[in-house]
C-alpha cells in the first residue's frame, strides 16, 4: 500500500513569564498588575519552503524574547512615549522604561489578545507556503485562549 503526503504541519510549544493587568467595567482581582507563567503552543500548516521547512522555529523563539520578563500593556493606554512610557489606566500612573514593555494594539490585554498579537507576528514571518496558523495561549494548567488564522 502506497501512502501519499495529505498535510503537513510543525508544532512549538514554549513558556514566558510576563506581567499585565485587564480594564474591566467591573470588580476583579485582575485590574492589579500580575504576572503568570504563559505556555504558548503554536502550529502551522503548510507546504515545505525552498529550505525544506514550513517555517523557521527561530522565528517563534524571538517572539517569546520579546515577551520573556517584560509588563504586556495595550499602546491605547499610552499617554507619554519618551525613554519611559507613561501608562494610565484603572485610576493607575504607572512610569517604566520602555524596554521593560510590550505594546500590544488592542483595547485590552487579555490572554485572547495577547494570542491574536502573536499569531498577527507570526503570520508576518510567514511564506505564501503557509495555509493555515494556531496559536494558544495558555495563563495557567485550566485556562487558555486560542486563534486560528487561515490563508
Known amino acids: 500500500m502506497k501512502f501519499k503526503v495529505v498535510e503537513r504541519k510543525i508544532g512549538w510549544h514554549k513558556d514566558f513569564d510576563s ?24 502550529e502551522i500548516w503548510g507546504e515545505l519552503n525552498e529550505n525544506g521547512m514550513i517555517f523557521d522555529f ?23 512615549e519618551g525613554d519611559y512610557l507613561i501608562i494610565q489606566q484603572n485610576e493607575k500612573e504607572l512610569r517604566i522604561p ?17 494570542a491574536e498579537w502573536f499569531a498577527k507576528r507570526v503570520a508576518e514571518k510567514a511564506g505564501e507556503n503557509v495555509k493555515r496558523i494556531r496559536v494558544k495561549v495558555w495563563e495557567d494548567p485550566r485556562s487558555y485562549a486560542e486563534i486560528t488564522l487561515e490563508r
Do not use: M
Open 98 to 114: 520602555k524596554g521593560e514593555v510590550v505594546l500590544i494594539d488592542a483595547s485590552n490585554v487579555t490572554a485572547e489578545l495577547i
Open 19 to 42: 506581567s499585565h493587568f485587564l480594564a474591566l467595567p467591573y470588580d476583579s482581582k485582575c485590574l492589579r498588575i500580575h504576572g503568570h507563567t504563559y505556555n504558548v503552543d503554536v
Open 58 to 80: 527561530n522565528h517563534l523563539s524571538q517572539l517569546i524574547k520579546k515577551l520573556d520578563h517584560r509588563i504586556i500593556t495595550s499602546a491605547e493606554w499610552v499617554r507619554e
